[in-house]
């Protein structure tokens, strides 16, 4: 699914905006951008499309404005997602080698493959493998196995996982934007790329992303994936309580929470209050910020618990020696990072990005381009490289059914599948 284009498009398909990069490596490595657009979303839904429609002519107007800064039409794009029902799950195979006494690239990719068409729970599709070790004749384990002695190799990867209707909405949705659908990438996973380091993740780190529709976490531990998980919980629900709570029109009280709110209420001036002016007749509302900032913590301690009840289900918990980087539009609220250290007992800061484009530097340090960042970098970095590999299968190939040999690893698979990165629920 190659484009003939020498650059590459990714499209963050969040619930509140649409954000589009182009970008490509120049001869010396580096990301060089070409063009940015950002659009409100239409047709989705905590982070699900929910009208194909709306969303179709909402990529197609976001496309049409990154085609005007490149005059071009993009052939291949790509898309950073995280729908409520995306998931990662532990997938295990052996295999002897076929080289003479080594392992050759050939043996990997055989592996690869293996995993790429893994039959899992039913209506549901791997997007993404990713190889988080390899172990060698049971004795040596390895991240780069190739050229490595021995005679057999196991493979340990994780599946991002989704829904066949998630697929089969975003060919939907691409199709009528008059675009080919790339590569899948968990929006997670691209938030990682672009705001933690190799030593954060080396040392244990969560990333804690406050979207819109959801709220998105990715655990890593020596350096590996170990746990990601979309609760289907976001920014939305946080206004849809102010609007509940103060009796106000759901505009004002997003303007409400963007301006006045904050994550505490301990910290509030009690003495401080916002009028909202009356519409039609209805008079003027006084909230003070203390009750407003109640409002706001009450609904945001409820998905911290959530966070929490993943991190537990990580098996991660003690081994996080870098704590939590927390970054989305929610994330913005003043005392956010207290609340999060508060409710987590973990150390916490605000994200950056660790992604320096080589032109146009100021504009990324904005967060809402973090996640297209991460995805550009991770789609960049995946040409030619296989342990990056990705495979979003057109509906027109045909299935293959995986071998009798790894019936006992995929059954292993279900059973992880039944409760790792369950859809988190609030009372």
């Not at 590459?8 to 398909?13: E, M, T």
């Not at 675009?179 to 080396?202: D, F, M, T």
Request: charged share 25%; net charge negative.
């Amino acid at each position: 699914m190659a484009s003939k284009q020498n650059f590459s498009v990714v499209v963050d398909l969040g619930t509140s905006k649409m954000v589009a990069l182009a970008g490509k490596l120049t001869e010396l490595g580096k990301m060089e951008i070409l063009g940015t657009a950002q659009i409100p979303s239409k047709g989705i839904k905590r982070g699900v499309i929910v009208n194909i429609e709306e969303a179709a002519d909402a990529l197609g107007d976001l496309l049409n404005l990154l085609e005007n800064q490149l005059e071009e039409r993009p052939e291949v794009v790509h898309v950073a997602f995280a729908g409520s029902k995306m998931r990662t799950i532990d997938y295990r195979t052996t295999s002897l080698t076929s080289g003479e006494g080594f392992v050759t690239a050939s043996d990997v990719q055989r592996l690869l493959d293996e995993a790429e068409r893994v039959e899992i729970q039913q209506d549901y599709k791997v997007v993404k493998v990713i190889p988080t070790s390899y172990m060698i004749d049971d004795e040596h384990e390895v991240e780069k196995p190739v050229g490595t002695t021995g005679r057999k190799i196991e493979a340990n990867f994780k599946l991002v996982v989704m829904p066949t209707q998630y697929v089969n909405n975003l060919n939907l949705v691409f199709d009528k934007a008059g675009v080919e659908l790339g590569e899948i990438v968990h929006a997670s996973l691209a938030i990682s790329e672009a705001v933690l380091s190799s030593e954060e993740k080396e040392m244990g780190v969560i990333v804690m992303d406050f979207g819109a529709g959801t709220t998105n976490i990715a655990v890593y531990q020596d350096s590996i994936l170990r746990h990601t998980a979309v609760i289907p919980f976001g920014g939305q629900v946080v206004t849809n309580d102010i609007k509940e709570g103060c009796s106000i029109f759901l505009k004002k009280a997003e303007l409400l929470k963007v301006k006045y709110g904050q994550a505490m209420g301990d910290f509030a001036d009690e003495q401080k209050v916002v009028t909202i002016a009356g519409e039609n007749g209805w008079e003027p509302r006084d909230i003070s910020f203390k009750s407003l900032a109640y409002i706001i913590q009450a609904r945001l301690e409820e998905i911290i618990e959530c966070v929490n009840v993943q991190i537990e289900k990580s098996g991660m918990e003690s081994n996080l020696g870098s704590g939590i980087v927390i970054t989305g539009g929610t994330a913005k609220l003043d005392n956010m990072v207290a609340l999060v250290k508060f409710k987590t007992a973990m150390d916490a800061r605000n994200a950056h990005a660790v992604i320096h484009p080589v032109n146009r530097k100021e504009e990324f340090k904005n967060p809402e381009l973090f996640t297209a960042l991460g995805a550009l970098k991770l789609v960049l970095s995946s040409s030619g490289n296989i342990s990056e590999r990705t495979q979003v299968r057109s509906s027109k190939k045909k299935e293959r059914r995986f071998a009798p040999l790894f019936k006992d690893v995929v059954q292993g698979a279900l059973n992880l599948f039944d409760t790792d990165g369950s859809d988190a629920e609030l009372n």
